[in-house]
């Protein structure tokens, strides 16, 4: 083979309508049974969890009550994105989420590169929101019984007496059985968990305002601008949930009427849920015991505004919460990874499908290696990895867009971003501004992982995908 074609083919990109045909293999076709009403729950289903109800308190130890503009500055960086999002999904309805789009814009390397991110991002994500929920099940049963499970079995190492973090891993194991036994019931379910959470959340709003004194916002910014922006970017991975939306794009009934409204519509309203919530939470409690408290909300509902019944219900909430962005996250690794093995970058065998057409081997694989992240990484050594991923993710999203509107003008889309290429840019833009708040050990991490993703793309992905190889949408054989 040539040199010139060697550097030309990994850089070569599949036709949006190409990626859609290859959804049609029957072998390989995910059911169609996610409606409107889903899709925004699953966006507020994988947004509202631990970055409100966990990552909350360490965020205040950065800003005081000036944590509300973190979470304005996160969502804005988000909303740009979302956008992007909005278009390219209702463009490009395959699962695959920013993979796909980048495959269909900038070309199959830079798409490997942001499978192989989101495979980090989704998996420590997935690690980082559940190990949070061990935490709000001692609180509970502190609530309930006065006393809790012993610290060797509810924390992972690296806490004050942690051994392994069992909760957390059973929450793992259920999410991994309910998405095997099929797409439209893990939407039931997670719809149902949706609901209770918001109605949880109302309730701590309106029980702290009760109590509200304007006298704990004072100092408003403990930490200065400086301390907003690094709290934004300790929380920014409560914002992957849309990320995690998009991925359901191919089992949406209607992409290109709902994909949309669920993706911007369910960030707005976590957006303004977080505020408010961080507002009441300051309000009521001064921060510095906020930032004490490995669950704030309940601790800020029962010791700042006396309601003890309250705080057992935020802890019900909690729990009941981080269990839906897991179910979010979880569901949108698979597809992600799905997509990545129909397209021959990993061994498609891993993307069978069982009876039920959900990927029963990825499901199992990630379920395994999420479960044994929980159990026994801390969730500080987590989560910023998760956000760095998500934020380079987002860049790309955006950059991928801007080259879409010029290849391919005249694509239907159920949604066009306004002012391009300004919007996209904006987005992008605050990604970078996002990153550079990130700690030096976080962008080594982040780099070994992509030499590492690099190197299976040139000893195996480059050899074996449908595209390099000219295998036509309606040659694929069974797996």
């Given amino acids: 083979m040539e040199a010139g074609t060697l550097l030309r083919k990994p850089f070569a990109t ?7 045909a290859e959804t049609e293999d029957r072998n390989e076709q995910l059911k169609k049974g996610v409606g409107a009403l889903d899709i925004v729950a699953l966006g507020i289903g994988g947004t509202i969890g631990t970055g409100v109800f966990v990552i909350i308190g360490e965020a205040i130890g950065d800003t005081g009550p000036a944590i509300i503009l973190s979470f304005v500055l996160a969502g804005v960086t988000a909303l740009f994105s979302a956008f992007s999002y909005a278009e390219l999904a209702s463009a490009v309805p395959v699962s695959g989420s920013a993979y796909t789009y980048i495959y269909a814009t900038l070309g199959e390397i830079i798409a490997w590169i942001i499978g192989w991110d989101l495979i980090l991002e989704y998996g420590l994500s997935i690690a ?25 079995i509810s924390e992972a190492p690296g806490a004050s007496g942690g051994s392994v973090n069992l909760p957390s891993a059973f929450l793992v194991i259920a999410a991994t059985l309910l998405l095997l036994y099929g797409v439209r019931e893990s939407a039931r379910v997670n719809t149902f968990m949706v609901a ?19 006298g704990n916002l004072s100092p408003f910014s403990t930490g200065g601008f400086n301390g907003i922006v690094d709290a934004a970017a300790l929380i920014f991975f409560a ?13 949406v009934k209607d992409p290109q009427r709902d994909m949309p409204r669920g993706i911007i519509g369910s960030l707005l309203i976590v957006t303004v849920i977080y505020i408010l919530v961080g507002l009441v939470a300051t309000s009521i409690v001064p921060s510095d015991e906020l930032a004490e408290n490995p669950a704030p909300l309940a601790f800020a509902l029962d010791a700042g505004a006396g309601y003890s019944w309250g705080a057992a219900l935020i802890d019900v909430g909690a729990l009941v919460a981080i269990a839906s962005v897991v179910l979010t996250i979880f569901y949108g690794q698979t597809r992600i990874m799905f997509a990545m093995c129909r397209d ?37 050594d987590l989560a910023e990895l998760v956000n760095i991923g998500t934020l380079f993710a987002f860049f790309l999203v955006n950059a991928g867009l801007i080259v879409l509107r010029r290849t391919k003008p005249d694509l239907e ?15 992008m833009a605050l990604c970078v501004f996002l990153m550079t708040y990130l700690e030096a050990l976080t962008w080594l991490r982040f780099g070994i ?3 590492i993703g690099l190197t299976i793309y ?22």
Avoid: C
């Fill in 413 to 427: 889309r159920g949604f066009r971003v306004p002012l391009v290429p300004l919007f996209p840019l904006i987005g």
């Fill in 449 to 451: 992982w992509m030499v």
């Fill in 14 to 20: 599949k036709s949006p309508e190409r990626l859609i």
């Fill in 196 to 214: 209770f959470k918001v109605a949880v959340l109302g309730v701590f709003i309106v029980l702290g305002a009760t109590a509200f004194n304007g």
């Fill in 344 to 380: 021959g970058l990993l061994p498609r065998k891993f993307a069978t499908l069982s009876s039920r057409q959900t990927p029963i081997f990825i499901t199992i694989a990630f379920g395994v290696m999420a479960g044994v992240l929980t159990a026994f990484v801390p969730l500080e």
């Fill in 239 to 251: 914002y992957i949930g849309f990320d995690a939306v998009s991925t359901a794009s191919e089992e």
């Fill in 458 to 479: 040139f000893a195996y992905g480059r050899f074996h995908s449908r595209l390099q190889r000219g295998e036509e949408p309606d040659s694929t054989e069974a797996v």
């Fill in 128 to 152: 980082a929101i559940a190990s949070g929920w061990g935490q709000y099940l001692n609180d509970l049963l502190g609530h309930l019984t006065g006393g809790g499970l012993p610290t060797a």
